[in-house]
């Protein structure tokens, strides 16, 4: 098996070097990701400048001066040939839970390698410590794929708790909790006296109930969150259609 790992964070991040030596074990391993850190990119292309990618001399990492999905589009349709047989993204340093994964580039990189008819993963650590935990779910669900694919219209969205592996009580399949709308933008001003704003930190959790990816977090398990590519609210459709109807 091929795999190609990317991330938001970047080529020289600490998780993505975590879950390439796990994966390197199991699989042939391509890192292709950004030169930089590209935290809430989702799932932007970069269409008005071209894309300049750099091996890094001592590992042999891809860097691609682009987003995660930029990064996944490319090494899927030029870079990689054969093309790679699954595509896991990560590890993002911090939480991907609930409405995270709207604005996620780990999420969006796992999306894109779907998108073009690929397996995906999207693992994040929810906090900076503990990769190694992480890296060792990561490796577990990729054998497990290896031996037992899955439907190939999900993307697994991996949530997993910064504790060190042992004290992990096992994985939980889940669903997006949700957050209250983030609303804090942080003022300043530059040397000049201009303002500067800076987005503030996400908003607190409002569904975490059970079976969300909150909950599942919070009692000290993986979440597991199966995604889908296609975002259409099929229950609103009738409803809709009535209302149009009616115009």
Same mark, same amino acid.
């Given at each position: 098996?091929?795999?190609?790992?990317?991330?938001?964070?970047?080529?020289?991040?600490?998780?993505? /070097?975590?879950?390439?030596?796990?994966?390197?074990?199991?699989?042939?391993?391509?890192?292709?990701?950004?030169?930089?850190?590209?935290?809430?990119?989702?799932?932007?292309?970069?269409?008005?400048?071209? /894309?300049?990618?750099?091996?890094?001399? =001592?590992?042999?990492? %891809?860097?691609?001066?682009?987003?995660?999905? #930029?990064?996944? =589009?490319?090494?899927?349709?030029?870079?990689?040939?054969?093309?790679?047989?699954?595509?896991?993204?990560? %590890?993002? =340093?911090?939480?991907?839970?609930?409405?995270?994964?709207?604005?996620?580039?780990?999420?969006?990189? !796992? &999306?894109?390698?779907?998108?073009?008819?690929?397996?995906?993963?999207?693992?994040? /650590?929810?906090?900076?410590?503990?990769?190694?935990? *992480?890296?060792?779910?990561?490796?577990?669900?990729?054998? *497990?794929?290896?031996?037992?694919?899955?439907?190939? #219209?999900?993307?697994?969205?991996?949530?997993?708790?910064?504790?060190?592996?042992?004290? %992990?009580?096992?994985?939980?399949?889940?669903?997006?909790?949700?957050?209250?709308?983030?609303?804090?933008? %942080?003022?300043?001003?530059?040397?000049?006296?201009?303002?500067?704003?800076?987005?503030?930190?996400?908003?607190?959790?409002?569904?975490?109930?059970?079976?969300?990816?909150?909950? !599942?977090?919070? *009692?000290?398990?993986?979440?597991? &969150?199966?995604?889908?590519?296609?975002?259409?609210?099929?229950?609103?459709?009738?409803?809709?259609?009535?209302?149009?109807?009616?115009?």
């Amino acid at each position: 098996m091929k795999i190609l790992v990317s991330n938001d964070d970047g080529v020289h991040a600490e998780g993505i /070097l975590a879950l390439s030596e796990a994966l390197s074990a199991i699989a042939e391993v391509v890192v292709v990701a950004p030169d930089r850190n590209h935290s809430g990119a989702s799932h932007s292309l970069t269409l008005e400048n071209p /894309l300049r990618v750099e091996t890094m001399a =001592h590992n042999g990492f %891809i860097a691609v001066k682009g987003t995660p999905t #930029d990064c996944v =589009h490319l090494a899927v349709n030029e870079l990689l040939k054969p093309a790679p047989d699954l595509v896991v993204s990560g %590890i993002n =340093h911090g939480a991907n839970l609930g409405d995270d994964v709207i604005y996620s580039g780990t999420v969006a990189a !796992a &999306t894109e390698g779907r998108h073009l008819g690929l397996p995906a993963i999207a693992v994040s /650590l929810v906090g900076g410590q503990h990769f190694a935990s *992480a890296a060792h779910y990561a490796r577990l669900l990729v054998q *497990a794929l290896m031996t037992q694919p899955l439907p190939a #219209d999900q993307i697994l969205n991996v949530n997993v708790p910064d504790l060190p592996l042992e004290q %992990i009580k096992g994985m939980r399949v889940t669903r997006l909790g949700c957050r209250h709308p983030a609303e804090a933008v %942080i003022v300043e001003q530059d040397p000049r006296g201009r303002p500067i704003y800076w987005i503030g930190p996400p908003g607190a959790t409002q569904d975490a109930g059970e079976g969300t990816d909150f909950a !599942a977090i919070e *009692a000290g398990y993986v979440s597991i &969150t199966p995604l889908q590519v296609d975002i259409t609210a099929y229950r609103h459709l009738a409803g809709l259609q009535t209302w149009i109807e009616g115009l």
